[in-house]
């Protein structure tokens, strides 16, 4: 899926976003695969707690981008840092009712945590309902 970006002033490009293979520029491929290092056997971010030289986070399951300054805590954004590039927008509210609507879970980390479908654990459940 296309997104079209802000690049500054009037200024857009459309460029393909929804995937962390689709960068907008060099700075923002650096922190999401340059810190490679910083991943799990599957490929998915460890956090910045493991991985200091991390401060993005991307967060397949929300189509999330986050920026963590500390270890501590993080922000999500809608702009990369390097280039003002806006993110596609992010699912994390959209992932609860979804839940809710279609499975009638309504407390995906607790109670109905275990009603929670695999592909929810991923960016599968948007890819497959074309979000």
Not at 3 to 25: A, K
Not at 35 to 59: F, L, M, W
Not at 77 to 98: N, S, T
Request: with cysteine.
């Amino acid at each position: 899926m296309t997104r079209v970006l802000n690049l500054g002033g009037n200024e857009e490009q459309e460029m393909g976003l929804d995937d962390p293979g689709h960068y907008c520029c060099e700075g923002l491929r650096y922190q999401l695969v340059g810190t490679a290092n910083c991943r799990d056997p599957e490929g998915h971010s460890t956090g910045t707690v493991q991985c200091p030289k991390q401060v993005v986070i991307y967060i397949a399951q929300y189509r999330e981008y986050q920026i963590s300054p500390v270890k501590l805590y993080s922000y999500t954004i809608q702009h990369c840092p390097w280039c003002g590039a806006r993110f596609p927008e992010e699912l994390r509210e959209k992932w609860f009712d979804v839940l809710e609507a279609e499975f009638g879970i309504k407390d995906p980390f607790f109670e109905g945590r275990a009603r929670v479908p695999d592909e929810f654990r991923s960016d599968q459940w948007w890819k497959k309902r074309g979000l």
